[in-house]
């Protein structure tokens, strides 16, 4: 991979404390769980983690706290070998989210951000030069908004293609929006940002959405469906539904973390938009069907593998 332009990914780090239960709560109930695994996630270190595991050189901006996971996070990270140039500490606690996942591998997630939410406009500022090295950025909305907004210029400004993966969704200015390349939430996000819209009906299918949010500003936007694929649109004029791989989903956690990495990855090898797009729908497949947001991550070799044996099965 040496010369290879390296993907940055400015965002989130947390330690995920993760139960297993039949089904997950509703609000006043009490359930007995199956499991309980304690994990490195945050979106930010997860969609890090995706590309190194890939084996594409991958540095990150972000923050960890001064306590004892702060430092187990960051070797976590060392030796999935993501390059922590741009990742500083401050005092207090590291992020953590509490994840509760059913026996149907669906999750709900709550975060603590503690340091994620430091991370500034000065820590892009005293890391612009690794953002103009960068052949892609990519980010999420684990960090404050300024620091998105701020970002979004820079790269708009050094002309650095942008990734706005806009999870947890937030109300976003339209001039983010006009500065991102590829834009991509999940369902409930993407029912959000169609939602900011006041014309824009609950019954919307992904190629309404997509289109608000191509005439909000966004040159490209990846819907990301779960089991129903994805839907891909441009700007440049591609509509493209992709569908999903079938597997049986042990924990979905991730998943988009896993698609935003690899989508990034494919278009730095230089895989047009849609084959990007099936390369990483395939690298989501595999996460989902293991426990956990970074241990889920699989390499090329695991990807190929299982691309080759499910076109071998369903051709
Ligand atoms: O996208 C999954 C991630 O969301 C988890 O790893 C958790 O840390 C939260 O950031």
Redesign the pocket.
């Known amino acids: 991979m040496l010369g290879k332009k390296p993907i940055v990914v400015v965002g989130?780090i947390?330690?995920?404390l993760v139960a297993v239960a039949e089904k997950i709560p509703a609000i006043g109930e009490t359930v007995i769980g199956t499991d309980f695994q304690i994990?490195p996630?945050?979106?930010g270190?997860?969609q890090a983690v995706a590309i190194a595991r890939l084996g594409y050189p991958v540095r990150m901006i972000g923050k960890l706290g001064s306590d004892q996971f702060g430092s187990q996070l960051r070797g976590h990270l060392e030796s999935a070998r993501v390059d922590l140039v741009g990742v500083g500490t401050s005092d207090g606690p590291s992020?953590v989210?509490l994840?509760l996942v059913s026996s149907k591998g669906e999750n709900s997630?709550v975060?603590a951000p503690g340091a994620n939410g430091k991370v500034t406009p000065e820590d892009i500022s005293e890391n612009l030069a690794i953002i103009r090295e960068a052949g892609i950025v990519l980010t999420q909305l684990?960090i404050p908004l300024e620091t998105v907004e701020y970002l979004s210029s820079v790269c708009a400004r050094e002309n650095v293609p942008f990734i706005l993966d806009p999870?947890p969704a937030s109300k976003l200015s339209q001039k983010v929006l006009q500065q991102v390349d590829w834009f991509t939430p999940n369902e409930t996000e993407a029912a959000f940002y169609g939602a900011e819209n006041d014309h824009h009906s609950r019954s919307a299918t992904a190629a309404d959405t997509a289109e608000v949010l191509l005439r909000r500003g966004s040159r490209g936007v990846v819907l990301k469906l779960g089991s129903s694929g994805c839907y891909l649109a441009s700007q440049a004029g591609l509509r493209e539904s992709i569908p999903a791989f079938a597997v049986k989903a042990v924990d979905t956690?991730?998943a988009?973390?896993a698609f935003n990495g690899a989508f990034a990855v494919g278009l730095m090898l230089g895989k047009p938009p849609r084959e990007s797009a099936i390369f990483a729908a395939g690298v989501a497949s595999v996460s989902v069907t293991r426990l956990g947001?970074?241990p889920s991550m699989p390499t090329m070799a695991e990807v190929n593998s299982f691309m080759d044996s499910y076109s071998a099965t369903h051709s």
Request: net charge negative; proline share 0%; hydrophobic share 40%.
């Open positions: 989130s947390n330690l995920d994990h996630g945050g979106k270190a997860n992020g989210a994840i997630i975060v684990e999870a956690t991730a988009g973390d947001a970074q």
